[in-house]
């Protein structure tokens, strides 16, 4: 099987960076995706590594290493918008598909 | 382009009845899913479809039905609703199995069953 593990609540203050972390565990592994989802909203896709080093999308930076089963969303000059769930995403090889399964999220909340 | 779009938007039902869920895109995607939400256990994955006319069961598939007739639509079905299906039902989209990591999701229909 797949599993996932992230933080349940990271507060962080406005301007900052914030760091939040995903450790999985599963075979067939291929890459990590990260999605934002606003309270009432619907899954948005933020950005995808399936090599080890730092992808940067403007303020958003993702990070993977393959060897520690590991990554992590790193968001610069947090603003009060970023105020959001996060939920990382393991896609790996499983009963002939590419499936991808998705962690529990973490909740951000960014104070002025 | 509207992207995905379910509906409803909203539903409640009753112990024991029956409804379908409709999901449809229109940016030619084969694969589509799917998911169920409740509050702490993330997005989980109920059934999938890697073309029209295929479907395979996910993580929680049991008490769910899907039709893949169009490659368009996806359709969820609960024949007989129980109070733990109460839950957001999220369905989404995505090119295919090269770019299944990056999903298109619908807005979301909010069910409750009394």
């Known amino acids: 099987g797949q599993s996932l593990e992230q933080p349940s609540e990271v507060t962080a203050v406005e301007g900052a960076i914030v760091q939040i972390n995903c450790t999985y565990q599963?075979?067939?592994?291929?890459?990590l995706s990260w999605y934002q989802q606003h309270d009432g909203g619907a899954p948005t896709f933020l950005s995808y590594?399936?090599?080890?080093g730092l992808e940067e999308t403007g303020r958003f930076s993702s990070f993977l290493s393959r060897s520690d089963s590991y990554g992590y969303l790193l968001l610069q000059e947090l603003q009060m918008k970023d105020s959001a769930s996060y939920f990382c995403?393991?896609?790996?090889?499983?009963?002939?598909?590419?499936?991808?399964?998705f962690g529990t999220g973490t909740k951000l909340q960014v104070i002025p | 382009n509207a992207g995905v779009t379910q509906t409803p938007k909203f539903r409640v039902l009753k112990t024991g009845q029956s409804m379908t869920l409709l999901c449809a895109q229109d940016?030619?995607?084969?694969?589509m899913y799917w998911y169920r939400q409740d509050p702490g256990m993330g997005l989980r994955l109920i059934h999938y479809?890697?073309?029209?006319?295929?479907?395979a069961k996910g993580e929680v598939p049991d008490g769910y039905n899907v039709s893949r007739l169009k490659k368009q639509n996806f359709l969820l079905g609960l024949e007989s609703a129980a109070p733990s299906q109460t839950s957001v039902y999220f369905c989404?989209?995505?090119?295919?199995?090269?770019?299944?990591?990056?999903?298109?999701f619908g807005p979301g229909t909010r069910l409750t069953v009394t």
């Open positions: 479809s890697v073309g029209e006319g295929t479907t």
């Open positions: 989404a989209s995505s090119y295919g199995q090269t770019n299944s990591y990056e999903q298109y």
């Open positions: 599963t075979s067939g592994f291929y890459g």
């Open positions: 995403a393991v896609r790996a090889y499983s009963g002939g598909y590419q499936k991808v399964t």
């Open positions: 590594n399936a090599l080890d």
């Open positions: 940016m030619n995607h084969e694969y």
